[in-house]
Nanobody, 124 residues
Framework: QPQLVESGGGLVQPGGSLRLSCAAS????????IGWFRRAPGKEREGVFC????????NYVESMKGRFTISRDNAKNTVYLQMNSLKPGDTAVYYC?????????????????WGQGTQVTVSS
């Protein structure tokens, strides 16, 4: 049974940093692209970053450029989202999902390959 588990969220002040982890079990991350999505209060879920099977990275949100980075550690079967210089507008539930290819569209990722999400709150 494939499973993705996100962790690392929490409450942080503006300008702070968090590192989110997406740990897989039941399947090997090496063979999948991993997308990070977020759902802010009152908004649709949006794709923010994706790392493909060979490590290529795509950023889907202009405001995140230079602040967020994504990386994968296949030995640990884990993908990370490093978030720096956080802003209140980054407040959301962050999800990871696995797919054969990178896409910013949540409906292209199989239902069984989503994590439960981790809350990130940026507030003073």
């Amino acid at each position: 049974q494939p499973q993705l588990v996100e962790s690392g969220g929490g409450l942080v002040q503006p300008g702070g940093s968090l590192r989110l982890s997406c740990a897989a079990s039941g399947f090997t991350l090496d063979y999948y692209a991993i997308g990070w999505f977020r759902r802010a209060p009152g908004k649709e879920r949006e794709g923010v970053f994706c790392v493909d099977r060979v490590g290529g990275v795509t950023n889907y949100v202009e405001s995140m450029k230079g602040r967020f980075t994504i990386s994968r550690d296949n030995a640990k079967n884990t993908v990370y989202l490093q978030m720096n210089s956080l802003k209140p507008g980054d407040t959301a539930v962050y999800y990871c999902a696995a797919n054969d290819y990178c896409s910013p569209f949540a409906n292209e990722y199989p239902d069984d390959y989503w994590g439960q999400g981790t809350q990130v709150t940026v507030s003073s």
